[in-house]
């Protein structure tokens, strides 16, 4: 079961959000709006798409992560290089 499980509902939730900011930007640009607009919005779905990462690595930290340290053993040493790689990916974006 991932750790998101019991949350899933509200992560669709913000996922759909997210995409209708993405369909927005496409209608400014249909619409020839002002790019600084434009960017302006660019900037609010990048936000987005980083509170949900966050808040989805948080759960994976509190749920996989733990249980899988609780367990120790190799499965913890995987599960802990897996979030450690996925945090320096989210740094760098």
Not at 9 to 15: A, G, M, S, T, V
Not at 20 to 25: A, E, N, T, V
């Amino acid at each position: 079961m991932a750790g998101y499980t019991e949350t899933r509902q509200d992560h669709l939730r913000r996922l759909r959000r997210i995409e209708g900011q993405i369909r927005g930007l496409q209608r400014m640009v249909e619409e020839d709006k002002y790019c600084i607009d434009i960017l302006t919005q660019v900037s609010a779905a990048n936000r987005a798409l980083q509170s949900f990462a966050l808040s989805l690595l948080e759960e994976h930290m509190a749920h996989c992560v733990a249980d899988a340290a609780a367990r120790g053993g190799a499965e913890a040493e995987t599960k802990i290089k897996e979030a450690s790689d996925a945090i320096a990916r989210l740094v760098r974006s």
